[in-house]
């Protein structure tokens, strides 16, 4: 099976002033799977964002010089000089790399408010010159089910701020989307939503790694990950603690139950 990450010998400590314990440690491979959802589950302050940030390049480990980490089969290396990863094949700029084949999700779209959502798509691929009226715009938001005209306005022409939680979440998966990622990484991107729209966004995510695409998800909806995930790390205490494989998905409400109580134990016992 192809990986598209494959980790191992990871540690990450914020402010090791403050704790000497890491958020994060990895010390035995960990890969990602093509053409899986594959959900990082755990309770809060478990390591989860600081998992999904190093697999994104947002955040880069402690041990810069042992670290092993590689995506889509090329490995990184870490260049101190301007404290960025850098690929260490081919001179690929690693910023160019992310924008290519990473598609980003957060809790809480992290776009300015006063932007409008044509101008979201520019601002996050990183591309000028787009007009509202764009087709391409129309078409990847019309894909995540938002219709172009909204009270007889273009919704490419409103503003971030005037959409609602579930409205705003679908135009940061159309965004993300947009550009083709081979790799979605989504942090909790239902939390803010309510059920419905939690259930919406997930469908989304998940149809879009049945046609080929690679999500990593970070939740803490342990109904949500054995709902949707193919592959469950529970994460405890910065460490992957036990991997599920979900993809013989229960077929009774009993068995389902079972897994939800079985990860809740895990999580429980750990405390
Ligand atoms: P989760 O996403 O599972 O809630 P995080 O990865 O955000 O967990 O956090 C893991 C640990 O690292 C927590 O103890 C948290 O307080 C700490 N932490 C996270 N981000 C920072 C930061 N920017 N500065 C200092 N500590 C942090
Ligand atoms: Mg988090």
Redesign the pocket.
Known sequence: MENMFVLNNIRKT??AKITSRP?LVIEEEFSIPKGKVVAIA?Y???????LLNVLGMLDHPDNIQDCRMEIMGKELSFTKRNKRWKFSQNGMDFMQFRREHLGFIFQNTFLPRSLRVYQAFMFSNGIKGLSPENENIKKALREVGLSYEVKNKNLANARVNALSGGQLQRVAIAVAMSKNPDIILADEPTSSLDFTSGKEVLTLLHDWVRQGGTLVW?SHNLYQVEQYADIIHV?ID?RIQKTIDNEQKATTENEKFKLVETLEDLLKNAE
Do not use: I, P
């Not at 809060?44 to 600081?50: D, E, Q």
């Open positions: 914020y402010d958020a755990g809060s302050g478990s390591g989860k964002s600081t970070v994460m910065g």
